[in-house]
C-alpha cells in the first residue's frame, strides 16, 4: 500500500498549525506566528488565504519537503451547519457556505477549507475537514431546551473528543461504535458528551450550558439572569463577554489559569480557591451524572480529555463523585492535528467512507 503523505492546516486568531503525517505518523510540525501589522490590512478573517497559504509553503520549502509528494489535505472544520460526524470531501457548497457567512458563527477555523482547498485544486489531490464544532448527532429528547423559541444546538469539541473516543475504545480492546461512553473535554470551555455506539446523542453548548468552566458561566439561574440583562448596566455584547469570556473561575478568582489556583491551594492553602475550584469539578460531576441517565445506566467508561485533564487534583475531585457509575479513564491534552491526519488516513486507507457535505 502507498504511503499516504498528509498536509494538516488548523487556522488560529493569530498563527496557523501545520504538520505533515506518514501514514499516522507526524513527520514534524510547525505553529507559524503571522506578522500582526500585515494581519492589520485585512479587513475580514477570510482574507488572510492568500498570506497563510504563501506562509505553509514557505515552511514545508524551509524544511526542505517536496509539496508534489503529498497525497491528501486536511484542514480544521468550521462551524458549518448540523453535520453528522465523520471526515467530509471539501465541496464548491462548502466553500460557498463559508464565503457568503452561511456559518452557525464567524470562525478563524474556517480558513482550514479555504486553504486546503487551494492546495487540493494546485496539487489535483483531495481536501478534507473532519469533525467540526457543528457535528449535530442529537436524537429527538436533546433538541427540546424548555422554551419553543430556543432549540438546544450541538456545538462542542468534538474533533478531539471523536479522536479521544476512539483512543479509549482502543485501549479497552473494543471499537467505537460498540461503546457507550460520556466524553469530557476539559478547556476554557467544557464540554460533556454522550456517545451511543458511535454517535453523540446528547452534548452541553460550552458557551452557553453545562457547568462553569475557566473562563465561561455555563447554565445560569434564568431569571435572574433576565433580571441582569435588563437591568440598564451592561450593553448585550458586555453580557456576551461575561458569559463566554469572563465567566467561570476568572469571574470568581480574576484568573482563569488553572496551575496559578493550585498553586495557591498548595502553597497557600487558600480555602476561596479550594472553594471554586473544587465546585468546577462538583458541577463537572453533576454533569457526567446527568449524561449516565442519557445512556441509561449503560457507560462502558467515562473518558477524560483537554488540556486541563493534567490537573491531578481536578480529575480525582471528579473521580471521587462518578467512580460509581464507570470505569475513567483520562487522556490529558489534545492533539487536534493528529485527530485530523487520523480522520484522512482512515478514509484514504478505505477504513471509512468519507461524508457527503
Avoid at 96 to 118: F, W
Avoid at 176 to 187: A, K, N, P
Avoid at 191 to 214: C, L, M, Y
Wanted: aromatic share 8%; glycine share 8%; charged share 30%.
Amino acid at each position: 500500500m502507498k504511503d499516504q503523505k498528509i498536509l494538516v492546516i488548523n487556522p488560529g486568531s493569530t498563527s496557523t498549525k501545520v504538520a505533515v503525517f506518514d501514514n499516522e505518523k507526524q513527520i514534524f510540525s510547525q505553529n507559524i506566528s503571522l506578522d500582526k501589522e500585515e494581519m492589520k490590512k485585512f479587513s475580514h478573517y477570510l482574507e488572510e488565504y492568500s498570506m497563510r497559504k504563501k506562509s505553509i509553503k514557505d515552511f514545508l520549502e524551509s524544511r526542505n519537503f517536496d509539496i508534489r509528494d503529498l497525497t491528501a489535505v486536511i484542514g480544521r472544520g468550521a462551524p458549518f451547519k448540523p453535520l453528522e460526524g465523520g471526515t467530509y470531501r471539501i465541496t464548491d457548497e462548502m466553500l460557498d457556505d463559508i464565503k457568503n457567512g452561511r456559518l452557525q458563527s464567524p470562525h478563524i477555523s474556517a480558513l482550514g477549507a479555504v486553504i486546503a482547498n487551494e492546495f487540493s485544486k494546485e496539487l489535483n489531490i483531495p481536501s478534507f475537514i473532519a469533525d467540526p464544532v457543528s457535528v449535530d448527532e442529537f436524537h429527538e429528547f436533546s433538541r427540546l431546551s424548555g422554551m419553543k423559541e430556543i432549540p438546544r444546538k450541538s456545538l462542542w469539541h468534538a474533533l478531539n473528543c471523536k479522536a479521544i473516543a476512539r483512543e479509549a475504545a482502543e485501549s479497552l480492546g473494543r471499537k467505537y461504535e460498540d461503546l457507550d461512553l460520556i466524553v469530557v473535554h476539559l478547556g476554557g470551555g467544557i464540554t460533556i458528551s454522550a456517545h451511543q455506539k458511535g454517535r453523540a446523542v446528547d452534548v452541553n453548548n460550552g458557551n452557553s450550558e453545562g457547568p462553569f468552566s475557566p473562563e465561561r458561566t455555563g447554565t445560569l439561574p434564568a431569571l435572574e439572569l433576565v433580571e441582569i440583562c435588563y437591568s440598564g448596566k451592561y450593553t448585550k455584547e458586555e453580557m456576551i463577554k461575561k458569559i463566554t469570556k469572563e465567566g467561570g473561575l476568572r469571574s470568581y478568582l480574576g484568573t482563569s489559569d488553572a496551575r496559578e489556583i493550585e498553586e495557591k491551594i498548595i502553597k497557600n492553602n487558600d480555602k476561596e480557591y479550594k472553594l471554586i475550584y473544587e465546585t468546577m469539578a462538583y458541577q463537572i460531576s453533576k454533569e457526567i451524572g446527568a449524561y449516565a441517565t442519557v445512556l441509561k445506566g449503560s457507560v462502558d467508561a467515562i473518558v477524560i480529555t483537554g488540556g486541563i485533564a493534567n490537573s491531578n487534583m481536578l480529575v480525582d475531585w471528579i473521580k471521587e463523585r462518578v467512580s460509581f457509575i464507570s470505569k475513567v479513564l483520562v487522556f490529558p491534552g489534545e492533539d487536534e492535528l493528529s485527530a485530523l491526519a487520523k480522520a484522512a488516513f482512515r478514509v484514504l486507507t478505505g477504513q471509512e467512507k468519507e461524508k457527503k457535505y
